[in-house]
């Protein structure tokens, strides 16, 4: 996989049983790893609080979710959103480390950390579906027309 001016290739073997989605999937997987737990670590040290485990899924319905036990999961996907909206996220779920409900005093915290929350939750909400693609349909849209 190589990524330069804004054009992404993926490589792949003779032998290569994996298809390309896949491919892309998991390197999306890992762009998305290391973005949140970037500013993960920024959130949670001004925090104070850090959580056990951080996953990264594929979740359809959610973005992001603290769990009881204190382990964050997130969607891959926010990778392909604006910074502002994958920071935001990141600081809504890390907040629920300290405060674990949706209170006047969770949000106050999330807008100290974060002054984009609202233009953050406008987006996810008018375009975050946009980045709930299919890889699969949009690889074989991709080599259809490369092929072309």
């Not at 994996?18 to 949140?36: M, V």
């Not at 992001?64 to 604006?82: D, E, K, T």
């Not at 005093?105 to 406008?122: D, G, I, M, N």
Request: charged letters at 25%; aromatic letters at 8%; a positive charge.
């Amino acid at each position: 996989m190589t990524y330069d001016d804004a054009c992404l290739t993926i490589h792949k073997g003779v032998k290569s049983q994996t298809p390309a989605a896949r491919t892309l999937e998991n390197w999306l997987r890992k762009q998305a790893r290391r973005e949140i737990e970037m500013h993960l670590a920024i959130v949670t040290s001004r925090l104070n609080r850090f959580p056990r485990k951080v996953y990264i899924m594929g979740q359809r319905t959610k973005w992001g979710n603290c769990s009881r036990l204190q382990n964050l999961s997130f969607n891959w996907r926010l990778v392909m959103a604006p910074e502002y909206v994958l920071r935001y996220l990141v600081i809504h779920e890390a907040v629920h480390l300290a405060i674990p409900d949706h209170s006047r005093k969770f949000w106050l915290t999330v807008q100290s950390l974060c002054p984009e929350a609202e233009r953050a939750k406008q987006w996810l909400c008018s375009t975050g579906q946009r980045i709930q693609l299919d890889l699969d349909s949009v690889v074989q849209n991709v080599c259809k027309e490369r092929v072309s």
